[in-house]
């Protein structure tokens, strides 16, 4: 049985942060490993021009969040988490009050308080997230997961890329494994009568039965934009 009386799942990218944290990122990254500001400017006007003819000529999600995603090959996993908790709390100080979505906050505080599981459902990778775990106190992460070779990143993800069906798909998995029998194994979509789960905000890219399963009555959507 799960030490947690419900599951209260959020996603970063959609609701917990009031910018666009995934490039927000890779321009500080950018800037704090090219050599000069030049030309980290250049590399990320480069990539952005890039992304949006790959957008205009079809590129599929999956396809877009592997591209983005090799831009840290060859990087230390140290030096990652280094860089990212740097940018996290400069980011803090520079957006201030619009940092976060108070709105999505407040629930996850309010929730936290009648021991709630906090899980973050993102298409960031750990470097990015893992200063929340203190932050907003955070019990688990649904987050892309790069490969690593003798302590660098190569620039692939492992994982289903967390947009589209690789959301709905990494909820199910994550939801299949909490010991507390939240799914019936013969059902992926058949709740038990004992815990709840609730999902703040329903983002539009997520696949229709995973947006019906939120819509269940077991499984409460607690705020949408």
Partial sequence: MSKFNYNMFFD???????FEVKYSFLEYFLLETLPVESYARR????????????????????????EYFKNFSGMPVKLMFEIANSWYYKSKLDYKEDFFNQKVLFEIK???RSNAQIVILSSLFSPCLEVLKEEIFLDAMICS??????????????????????????IKNFLLKQDSNIIDQKDDFSTSN???NYFCDISYDYSDDIIN????????SLYRN
């Fill in 194 to 196: 004992e815990v709840n």
């Fill in 110 to 112: 309010m929730h936290k």
């Fill in 12 to 18: 970063a990218n959609d609701s917990l942060f009031n």
């Fill in 213 to 220: 399963y939120f819509s269940s009555e077991r499984f409460k």
């Fill in 43 to 66: 590399a990320y006007d480069k990539y952005i021009d890039k992304m949006n003819k790959n957008i205009l000529n079809g590129a599929s999600p999956c396809y877009l969040s592997k």
């Fill in 145 to 170: 997961e790069l490969e690593v070779i003798n302590g660098y990143y190569t620039g692939n993800i492992i994982c289903d890329p967390l947009v589209t069906e690789g959301k709905s798909e990494a």
